[in-house]
């Protein structure tokens, strides 16, 4: 299934972008590629129709952490995601005006910026219906990253 929002040309880019970039990773880091293991942030209004094609889609390739799938009832959430962060390489970071307004994706962006280091940017991220204007106000050191527009 392929995101409603998009045409087929334009996810297919999407995807595309960030299996290069985690091949690239992946040669640099293990010496060949491999399924990286990716932590997708997202705003729950997001999931349908956006979030969870595009998840399907790099499980292809790829282990993805997912909160659906890892989170289970009774489990402690800042606990698991902390977990899933450390255990990342990357994290694809869905930014739209719902995760703007939203606590846990916000938490979620604050942990991924903390476990980069300046010769290794781990944040993908991906401006979901958000100008550049939109991202500028929420975060300037986001709006100067390479990002792929939805």
């Not at 972008?17 to 942030?41: D, K, T």
């Not at 909160?67 to 489990?75: F, V």
């Not at 991924?112 to 204007?133: F, H, N, R």
């Amino acid at each position: 299934m392929i995101a409603d929002q998009l045409p087929r040309e334009e996810f297919r880019f999407i995807l595309d972008s960030f299996l290069a970039g985690c091949f690239v990773y992946n040669l640099a880091h293990f010496g060949q590629p491999h399924m990286a293991r990716l932590f997708i942030s997202y705003a729950s209004e997001d999931r349908e129709g956006f979030v969870q094609p595009l998840v399907d889609a790099l499980e292809k390739h790829h282990s993805v952490w997912f909160a659906p799938y890892e989170l289970a009832l009774g489990s402690s959430l800042l606990a698991k995601i902390s977990e899933g962060l450390r255990e990342c390489a990357f994290g694809v970071v869905v930014l739209s005006p719902a995760f703007f307004q939203k606590k846990w994706p916000r938490n979620e962006l604050d942990g991924l910026v903390a476990l980069e280091t300046a010769q290794e940017k781990i944040i993908l991220p991906i401006w979901k219906d958000v100008s550049e204007d939109d991202v500028k106000a929420f975060s300037p050191i986001l709006a100067g990253r390479l990002a792929v527009s939805a």
